[in-house]
């Protein structure tokens, strides 16, 4: 601090020169704005956006610094590796601390990514070489890495864990290994066993066969107004093949052929399917996900084909909701299966990551039985991608949960085809268009499988 | 510049910190947005795999060919364009009468100014959210429409009144923030104007029609722009609300860009689809400021 006399007598020149430099920043602002209008962007909208961007820059760096010298420091006691995961810290930290009590001289950093951009965030670092050791994946994602020749093989790394795990189709391309099974997620049918006893219907005896899932509807929404029977999503892309299809695949139908080197979408099986689900839609509420999942929990909704989420948030959400889950119907009994949509969620290792060794030592960890069904038991959402799962204590007094597990074993894994993006884009606007009317089943898919077939071909 | 020059003695001196005190801001804004926008209209004439930078090639003018050809594309486009010319008309109309009847004398009229303007304040998402749960089937709107003998419907699960409903949505969020501005210019206005309007026996109308509107031009010329560029790059909503569906009745160009970019790896595509909307957006400017500037002369 200097003294009131050296203030006073500086005061002046002090002042000029700060408004001097004021009027340099209004005038920059104001060029700024005139940039940023040229650019298409509103300046009033812009502005704040760097001034957060700057901002974000600093603490960012700050942030850098602060793992630099934390990475310092650890680099005496053993190897650090980065695992990028999608779990809640509470769920997963308690096993990777177990992780790094059983491994001394090996820390794990964990980061937590979300399902709404821990994509482009793992594009962003592959593409500049910052890619973490091992990394969670959803199984569509898969195949579009490996094509690009991002992931590791680990064909030979996972020789002796083939027989104990599921969903070996979703990570493996041209027969190499890129990723390890991890926990998986199916849909079942819930429903609402009040809606049930209103319609005249047993609420122990959900249906088991297309023909009784359209009665069923029926009744239900007959029995009072502003009650659907079922619910059609729509409306959304990359969700509604996942409701589709669970009776396509049941019915025999096909998305592409085995091999994979051609559609197999216009046919007999898949016709019947789509003629079945927009037969459905005089009874049902015709929305999207998360409406459906609302509609559900305010007992407006006898039936929907929905995910694992749905055991946690509607109990919390609905308490006095009495619901059940069975399979997804099968076309007739004695005919089809109970298939349904299986994604699996699966670990990798990057071509290009530093610890491969540790990072698969970490990724068996997680996938052993107690840890995966430690997992699932806290997630609800997911079971673990283990053969014989069901089995397991927990399932045993877990009826709901259990027929997840069961549904798992008839689920059928989309194709693992680095196209799968594109060619589930068409499966969901041939469903739109069949349930909005604009064409007939037949056409739809045939569109659509020409579409894909120009989509397989392209190189 | 003449003015500039004048009231700054020591330009050189000044120029100096000028830029020492800017430079945060200039780092940020070059690094930021002028390398991006550079790096784009670079990538717009290549094939770019962001996993694979090893592949990239440049294949000339087949990006923006290939959009051209793409029927998505015009569906995109159509559909913004929808959305432009249905929401800034009906946005600048309800913010310019609602400034005029907020500028009189009426109880409460800062509670009102408040309460426009709060929509304007929240996040898109919050908004885009809660909307997304008036719109349900069981959700307020249809309630509305049921007490008034309507049959209820699912509004953004139909391609017929999904964009409609983003639009309606857009223009409540939106109408608060160009009110405010509104505001500000007619408390420009001198009030001089007024007397004399009514010394001459001028009406509510008349006085709107030969004062207020074309003293509030620069400002209408303003507000028109700004909202303009903001409407065609909606992207938010849709995000949140539709993911471009039902039956891409949804579908915004800079939905369709982000789909091609960051689910199907297609940077160079997107980046082409991104400089043709910029092409759009100041073909569009540029006629607005061309048509809505006529006669500012006079007000002046």
Same mark, same amino acid.
């Given at each position: ?19 001097? !430099?004021?009027? $340099?920043?209004?005038? $920059? !602002? ?21 001034? +957060? ?8 760096? +700050? ?17 650090? &590796? ?51 050791? *091992? +990394? ?12 690009? $020749? ?20 979703? +990570? ?40 009784? *899932? ?25 969700? *509604? ?60 909704? $006898?039936?929907? &084909? ?55 030592? *970490? ?97 | 510049?003449?003015?500039? @020059? ?27 947005? %002028? ?41 995109? %486009? ?219 002369? @006079?007000?002046?």
């Amino acid at each position: 601090m200097k003294s009131p006399s050296v203030e006073s007598t500086r005061a002046v020149p002090v002042r000029r020169r700060i408004e001097s !430099v004021l009027r $340099g920043f209004r005038a $920059g !602002v104001r060029s700024g704005a005139r940039i940023c209008l040229a650019a298409g962007v509103p300046a009033g909208v812009r502005a704040p956006a760097s001034a +957060c961007v700057g901002s974000a820059c600093v603490a960012s760096v +700050c942030v850098l610094a602060l793992a630099l010298s934390g990475a310092s420091c650890q680099k005496q006691s053993g190897t650090k &590796i980065v695992f990028w995961q999608f779990w809640s810290a509470d769920v997963i930290n308690p096993i990777i601390a177990q992780f790094e009590k059983a491994n001394p001289g090996i820390t794990v950093e964990m980061q937590q990514l979300t399902w709404q951009n821990g994509f482009e965030k793992i594009v962003a670092a592959v593409s500049s070489g910052t890619q973490p050791d *091992l +990394c969670e994946l959803g199984s569509t994602w898969v195949p579009k890495f490996a094509a690009d $020749g991002v992931l590791a093989d680990l064909t030979s790394d996972v020789a002796d864990m083939r027989d104990d795990y599921l969903f070996w189709d979703s +990570c493996t391309l041209n027969d190499t290994v890129f990723g390890i099974p991890w926990v998986a997620g199916t849909r079942a049918l819930f429903y609402n066993k009040e809606l049930f006893a209103k319609a005249g219907l047993d609420p122990e005896k959900p249906p088991k066969t297309w023909a009784e *899932l359209s009665a069923c509807a029926k009744k239900i929404h007959a029995s009072a107004a502003g009650v659907y029977g079922f619910g059609l999503n729509t409306g959304e892309r990359y969700i *509604l093949f996942k409701k589709f299809m669970p009776l396509a695949w049941g019915n025999g139908g096909a998305v592409l052929t085995a091999d994979m080197r051609r559609p197999a979408l216009y046919s007999v099986q898949n016709i019947q399917a789509l003629d079945f689900y927009r037969s459905l839609k005089p009874y049902s509420l015709v929305e999207k996900q998360d409406v459906l999942d609302m509609a559900f929990k305010q007992g407006k909704l $006898g039936m929907m &084909i929905s995910g694992g989420w749905n055991l946690s948030t509607v109990p919390s959400d609905a308490p006095q909701l009495k619901f059940g889950v069975a399979l997804v119907p099968r076309p007739a009994a004695g005919r089809g299966s109970h298939a349904s949509f299986a994604g699996s969620e699966i670990l990798v290792t990057f071509a290009k990551s530093k610890h491969k060794a540790e990072a698969l030592k *970490l990724a068996r960890f997680l996938v052993s039985r107690d840890n995966v069904i430690a997992l699932s038991r806290a997630a609800k959402s997911v079971q673990p991608a283990l053969r014989g799962a069901e089995d397991d204590p927990y399932y045993e007094t877990h009826p709901l949960e259990r027929t997840f597990v069961i549904q798992l074993k008839t689920a059928v894994a989309p194709p693992a085809h680095p196209k799968w993006v594109e060619i589930e884009d068409e499966i969901d606007a041939a469903v739109e268009e069949v349930l909005y009317d604009r064409k007939a089943s037949g056409e739809a898919l045939l569109d659509a499988h020409k579409k894909i077939e120009d989509i397989i071909s392209r190189p | 510049m003449t003015l500039r @020059a004048r009231s700054n003695p020591r330009p050189i001196h000044s120029g100096r910190s000028t830029l020492t005190f800017l430079s945060p801001w200039l780092v940020s804004f070059g690094l930021f947005w %002028l390398f991006p926008l550079a790096f784009s209209l670079v990538l717009s004439f290549m094939e770019f795999n962001p996993l694979r930078p090893d592949l990239a090639r440049f294949v000339g003018l087949a990006n923006f060919g290939a959009a051209v050809g793409d029927p998505l594309f015009w569906t995109s %486009l159509r559909n913004t364009l929808v959305f432009v010319v249905g929401t800034v008309p009906v946005t600048t109309l309800i913010a310019f009468f609602l400034a005029v009847a907020l500028n009189r004398k009426i109880p409460f009229r800062s509670f009102y100014r408040a309460g426009f303007f709060v929509p304007s304040i929240v996040s898109v998402v919050v908004i885009s959210i809660v909307f997304k749960q008036l719109y349900s089937p069981a959700g307020l709107v249809n309630k509305v429409v049921e007490l008034f003998g309507g049959d209820p419907r699912s509004w953004l699960g139909e391609p017929g009144t999904a964009l409609l409903s983003i639009m309606a949505m857009d223009v409540w969020s939106s109408f608060g923030y160009y009110t405010i501005l509104f505001l500000a210019g007619l408390q420009g206005i001198p009030p001089e104007l007024y007397e004399a309007a009514v010394l001459d026996g001028s009406g509510f109308w008349g006085t709107l029609r030969f004062v207020t509107v074309p003293m509030l031009r620069p400002i209408t010329l303003f507000v028109v722009v700004i909202n303009t560029i903001r409407s065609f790059q909606i992207f938010i909503e849709i995000f949140v609300m539709t993911r471009g569906g039902p039956l891409n009745s949804t579908l915004t160009s800079v939905f369709y860009l982000y789909d091609r970019a960051f689910y199907r790896f297609e940077m160079g595509y997107a980046s082409a689809v991104g400089y043709l909307l910029f092409a759009v957006i100041m073909a569009f400017s540029f006629l607005q400021m061309r048509y809505l500037r006529v006669g500012r002369g @006079a007000a002046e």
